[in-house]
């Protein structure tokens, strides 16, 4: 077996190189076997085995002419390596005759003989460069056999005459080596630029395939989002207008309002699982790992999917389990979510188990998630992960999704140090698993619900002065009404010079909510820097910044994410807004005002970003979609 993918170029070249030759070769050899007969006919019957040698000529000519139509007729009948073997071991045979029957030559009584042997010698000599140079078993194998016998003879001739015709031979033995070594090189220059210029364009022909898969593969995600966005947008808006009839019953009004959340829910479930990802792979999604009980976690997502299983007839079992983990819970809760939701979505009957193996390991195990389901087909196992890849059989289309899922739960769990694996049989359902690390049961800070919308209360806000800055003045109306709610004292400008010159008036923040990209053009780092020396020259400097973006991946956000500035994605939900003050709040408390900067996450406690991404995501306050963000 060969394992240089060049070797095997060369020798498949090779092997059509020689064999191309070999017909015109067995006519050249007839025509040799013609001219020694006629130059040798006089002296026939004087020279002893000559006749032998001749047949032996014939029959390797024709040994050759049978291994021509052999390959001509099953080219891959053996390896290229084997072909050219065989050609080597033909050449032998053949060559050997005319270039070992210069001693009859030398053994004749006609003294001009062994000079026209020698000029038939060159000449085949100068054929088998052509057609066997770029081999060397075949060119070392034919070249000496043809030479040799006579440079030796004619240097043992003691003649003036025959010494110099066996030096000249000598030097075009010795040049057409030469020649034959640079010819070699040439040759392997010429297949290994074939090569290249073959692998590249398969390399370009496998990217076109996969960009117009991809193209597909956005096409049905754009054609199955703008589904989903249309049906809920529509909802919504025929729901608004019930609302707006002051002359429906109050309980009918109260009905369309709860309606309207849950479609805003739904709208807002599709558009985190688009900006998840974004996030994950623009690199701000930060990791929070805290000691908490996988016990906890598992029973929140077997309370949010076990109703869903339990209406497409399956049981969703979940292992008890008393191990705390070290990890990040949120992030964790959206990966088990996920494979819990496919593992509904794809079994129709049986069971989805989920539970924790420790497969051996003191310091962890591996959370897994089984299903009874139609399994994944073994070519498409890693096609699954791609973004927007939903599989090929219209089965699959039809369940909802827009094939992110996995790709989110791949990427997370890389972010978290493991690695998702997976293992699957079409009709036999599948399995996925990934590593966790097990925690220190006596640091067990907090019960997961406090990391959740549900778990956060605003008493901690009530009092806490605001300085709200966003150039668009819905947005600074929605969040002052917010945090007002909440029992903060806000302020909203609409820009950085504004927000130095309240806190110059005397407006002390105990936060400040900056939009990243503001109406003046200037970025919000640019903006936060001029308000943290505002904040700063007026002994403000324990307010904490909080930074509201819908950019996903510039290089600016990723470097004030690794700073530890909490960043909020837009559509911000109130849960997340408030949590995240509260954990910025929480530290600036703790550092006992060392945090003029943005706030920094605690031991153990994670910047706010990784909080609000529990599902589902609730009720948002959502900025006007603008081209600039
Ligand atoms: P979605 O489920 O939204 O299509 P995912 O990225 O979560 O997107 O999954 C990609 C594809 O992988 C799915 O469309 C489905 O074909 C396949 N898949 C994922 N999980 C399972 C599972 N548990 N059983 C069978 N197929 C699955």
Redesign the pocket.
């Known amino acids: 077996m060969q394992a240089d993918p060049i070797q095997r170029a060369i020798d498949e070249d090779l092997v059509r190189v020689l064999y191309a030759q070999d017909l015109l070769a067995f006519f050249t050899h007839w025509f040799s076997i013609a001219v020694l007969t006629s130059i040798y006919w006089a002296e026939m019957s004087a020279l002893r085995f000559f006749n032998a040698w001749f047949v032996f000529y014939a029959a390797a000519n024709c040994l050759g002419l049978a291994l021509w139509l052999w390959h001509r007729r099953w080219p891959a009948a053996l390896p290229p390596r084997v072909w050219i073997s065989l050609h080597a071991l033909r050449g032998a045979l053949l060559y050997s005759a005319p270039g070992l029957s210069i001693w009859f030559a030398f053994h004749s009584t006609q003294a001009e003989l062994p000079l026209l042997h020698t000029v038939m010698l060159v000449t085949l000599a100068a054929g088998v460069f052509m057609s066997n140079g770029f081999d060397t078993l075949n060119f070392s194998i034919a070249i000496p056999l043809l030479l040799m016998p006579a440079i030796a003879l004619h240097f043992s001739a003691h003649s003036f005459e025959r010494i110099v015709v066996g030096i000249v031979l000598l030097f075009f033995f010795s040049a057409i080596n030469l020649y034959a070594i640079s010819y070699r090189k040439l040759f392997r220059s010429v297949v290994q630029a074939r090569v290249d210029q073959q692998r590249l364009a398969e390399s370009l022909a496998l990217q076109k395939h996969v960009a117009v898969e991809a193209g597909l593969a956005k096409t049905r995600f754009f054609a199955a989002a703008s589904h989903d966005l249309r049906q809920p947008l529509h909802a919504i808006g025929l729901l608004a207008a019930s609302l707006g009839d002051t002359a429906a019953p109050s309980a009918e009004r109260a009905r369309a309002a709860e309606n309207v959340v849950r479609n805003v829910e739904a709208l807002n479930q599709l558009f985190n699982q688009v900006l998840d990802l974004s996030r994950i792979e623009s690199g701000v999604t930060q990791v929070m790992r805290v000691d908490f009980r996988l016990a906890e976690l598992f029973e929140r997502v077997g309370s949010l999917y076990r109703p869903q299983a339990a209406a497409k007839g399956l049981a969703l079992r979940i292992a008890p389990t008393s191990i705390v983990l070290h990890d990040d819970p949120v992030l964790l809760e959206r990966v088990l979510g ?2 819990v ?3 509904v ?3 129709d009957e049986g069971s989805i188990w989920v539970g924790l193996r420790r497969a051996g390991r003191a310091d962890g195990g591996f959370i897994e ?1 089984r ?1 009874s ?4 087909p073994p070519g ?1 196992q890693e096609r ?2 791609e973004e927007f ?3 090929a ?1 219209a089965e ?2 039809a ?11 791949r990427r997370l769990i890389g972010l978290l140090g493991g690695e998702l694996q997976m293992r ?1 049989a079409p009709g036999r ?2 399995t ?1 698993r990934f590593p966790v690390r097990a925690g220190d049961p006596g640091r067990v800070v907090t019960g997961l619900a406090e990391f959740t919308p549900a778990g956060v209360s605003a008493a901690t806000a009530a009092g806490r002065r605001v300085l709200c800055i966003d150039d668009e003045p819905a947005i600074r109306e929605g969040v002052a009404s917010l945090l007002g709610r909440w029992g903060c004292v806000v302020k909203s400008v609409a820009d950085e010079d504004a927000a130095c010159g309240a806190i110059a008036e005397g407006f002390a923040p105990d936060a400040v909510l900056c939009d990243y990209q503001l109406g003046n053009g200037r970025a919000g780092n640019v903006a936060l820097e001029r308000v943290r020396g505002a904040l700063a020259r007026h002994g403000a400097e324990r307010a904490v910044l909080l930074l509201i973006t819908g950019d996903m991946a510039s290089p600016e956000l990723k470097a004030l994410a690794e700073e530890g500035v909490p960043i909020l994605h837009k559509p911000v939900n109130p849960a997340r807004l408030l949590r995240t003050l509260q954990t910025a709040w929480r530290d600036a408390d703790t550092k006992g005002g060392a945090a003029s900067k943005a706030a920094a996450p605690a031991p153990g406690i994670a910047p706010p970003e990784t909080f609000p991404q529990a599902l589902p995501p609730p009720l948002t306050v959502s900025s006007r979609p603008r081209a600039s963000r």
Do not use: C, K, Q, W
Request: charged share 20%; no cysteine.
């Open positions: 996920n494979l939701a496919n593992a979505r794809y079994t998630v299903d389901g139609m399994g994944i498409e699954i992960f890849y939903r599989g059989s699959r289309d369940r909802p999704g827009h094939g992110l899922g996995l790709p989110t739960v699957s359902g599948s996925f």
